[in-house]
């Protein structure tokens, strides 16, 4: 029987090797999207009731999901880039289900792989550093600002600390994942009815963000936005508050470091290449 130890060792390696192939960062944030570009694997986007699905025949593709959170996509777009990698046949997600009793485990691997090439040891250890994060008593805030950065789920980087990285013990993740998103959000921006958030604080280093029409990109200290996509709502305590208006991008410039923000249509249907283009793009 395969151990966990070993699935994620596995999932390590070959997400370093994916990365040092592709002449990427080793800790910095990436896009799936454009991994899987790069990769030759095709993304088709459509309004289904699942995670995901890997087409390897007659020539490698995924179908994605729109119906699910952003940063849902985003793990799940790396998943499906972990049966392509490892040589998996077609696979069919219907539901998050990671570690459950009785899963496959080329699912468990996939899972490993997607965690490590979204969420690097070295750049996750490094983004607690220079967090000055204490991890015995690390905060939500702090972890939900990892986690935007990284592009993935607040849980989901919970759990990869925990599992993944060996970063924190058992009661550290239970209590982090007390804490719901909403009630993080609330205390960045109070209320508000937003349909997602993503916080750009002060340490960031992602160049690529993804966020849908009705969700919100927080962004704290100097920085300088350009394009239509975002709409600039308010000041809050945690920087400046920006909506997504309309599908497009928009752009967040700070120290020389420029950062594309993708927004996306609500419920959109296509290829995933075109998931950001401006509506009058589309003819």
Excluded at 64 to 92: C, D, K, N, Q, Y
Excluded at 110 to 133: C, K, S, T, W
Aim: glycine fraction near 10%.
């Amino acid at each position: 029987m395969t151990s966990r130890r070993s699935l994620f060792q596995d999932g390590s390696r070959e997400a370093a090797q994916c990365r040092d192939n592709l002449n990427l960062d080793d800790s910095d944030p990436i896009s799936p999207y454009c991994v899987a570009e790069r990769l030759g694997v095709r993304i088709r986007v459509k309004a289904l009731d699942m995670e995901g699905t890997y087409v390897p025949e007659p020539r490698p593709r995924i179908v994605l999901s729109s119906l699910r959170p952003m940063p849902r996509r985003t793990f799940t777009v790396a998943h499906e880039l972990g049966h392509h990698v490892f040589g998996h046949g077609m696979s069919i997600d219907a539901q998050e289900n990671a570690y459950q009793a009785g899963r496959p485990v080329e699912e468990d691997l996939a899972d490993a792989f997607a965690g490590h090439l979204l969420m690097p040891a070295f750049g996750i250890r490094q983004a607690l550093h220079v967090r000055g994060i204490n991890r015995s008593a690390p905060s939500p805030l702090e972890i939900f600002a990892i986690a935007s950065d990284y592009g993935v789920g607040y849980a989901t980087l919970v759990q990869h600390l925990r599992w993944g990285l060996s970063e924190f013990g058992e009661d550290t993740a239970k209590v982090l994942l007390r804490s719901q998103p909403k009630a993080i959000r609330a205390t960045l921006i109070g209320d508000n009815n937003l349909k997602s958030l993503t916080w750009l604080d002060c340490h960031f280093r992602t160049t690529s963000v993804e966020l849908e029409v009705g969700g919100g990109l927080l962004v704290t200290g100097p920085h300088d936005h350009h394009g239509s996509a975002l709409l600039f709502e308010k000041v809050t305590a945690g920087g400046r508050l920006y909506r997504a208006v309309a599908r497009g991008r928009s752009t967040i410039t700070r120290g020389g470091r420029q950062t594309q923000i993708n927004v996306w249509q609500t419920d959109f249907d296509g290829d995933a290449r075109y998931r950001a283009l401006e509506d009058n793009d589309d003819d």
